[in-house]
């Protein structure tokens, strides 16, 4: 049996991307399904994924009660996958919204089995110049210097410690105690790779294209902007050791 990739997607009214960005991912290899982790998005996005899933066992979803942040969406969706589907080998985070390229997948499989990787991260800051499209300058700036001030602070090596397209490899995940990760919004991208760099765990990025999304509503708001100052200072002076199982 071949081992599964799985690309989590969290949604929150994601109903004009939702059916392209499936299909787009189920077609970049045989071994990847789909998990999507919706929060009860008032739009229906969830009715699309169910209907999409009646035909094709690769498409999953985990429907949550109401809009609870990024971090939790991801963090509940590593948990029942772990828990209830077999076979799994890597477990990629993924947007809805086209601003991660599905192309990249297969080169994420490639490069964590090639290099025996437990985890690799898109960035949008390691190639020559800064990799974004269609982003206002003022939104570019703070992504930048929020990556400048999280790797200082966190004594980072990691250029792109906020990007949201990744993969795990799932027995890595699996070792993780998921109930003390403290972040909600963006800051939980800079939380993962943390825990993952500060415990000894082999970590490499991959360039990375970011593209504005074309459809659907930004969700960045100024409570997720303030958390990720404010957590990465908390998480500068926490355990992390606790983060794992030995
Ligand atoms: N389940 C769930 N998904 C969320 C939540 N917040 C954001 N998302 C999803 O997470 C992904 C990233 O969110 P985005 O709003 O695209 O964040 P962004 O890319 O920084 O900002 P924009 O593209 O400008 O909107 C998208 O697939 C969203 O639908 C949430 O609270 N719960
Ligand atoms: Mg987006």
């Given at each position: 049996m071949i081992e599964k990739t799985i690309v989590v997607i969290p949604t929150y009214n994601e109903k004009d991307n939702i059916k392209s960005i499936i299909s787009t991912v189920l077609s970049k290899d045989d071994s990847i399904d789909v998990f999507i982790v919706d929060d009860n998005s008032p739009d229906g996005t969830c009715n699309i994924v169910e209907n999409m899933k009646s035909s094709n066992e690769r498409i999953h979803i985990l429907k949550r009660e109401k809009k609870s942040g990024l971090g939790p969406a991801y963090l509940a969706g590593f948990e029942y996958i772990i828990k209830n589907i077999d076979n799994v080998k890597y477990i990629v985070e993924m947007d809805a919204d086209f601003s991660h390229d599905p192309n990249k997948l297969p080169i994420f499989i490639k490069r964590m089995n090639d290099e025996n990787l437990d985890l690799i991260v898109g960035s949008r800051y390691c190639g020559a110049g800064i990799s974004v499209i269609n982003w206002p300058l003022q939104r570019l700036f703070l992504s930048y210097y929020a990556n400048v001030y999280a790797r200082i602070m966190l004594s980072s090596k990691i250029k792109d410690l906020t990007g949201g397209f990744k993969c795990f490899r799932r027995d890595a995940l699996a070792?993780?105690?998921?109930?003390?990760v403290l972040s909600k919004g963006y800051s939980f991208q800079i939380e993962m790779n943390n825990a993952f760099e500060k415990n000894g765990h082999k970590i490499s990025e991959e360039s990375i294209i970011f593209t504005e999304r074309h459809c659907g509503l930004s969700k960045m708001s100024g409570n997720i902007i303030f958390e990720a100052l404010f957590r990465v200072l908390r998480l500068r002076f926490r355990n992390q050791k606790k983060y794992f199982r030995l």
């Open positions: 070792k993780m105690n998921f109930s003390y």
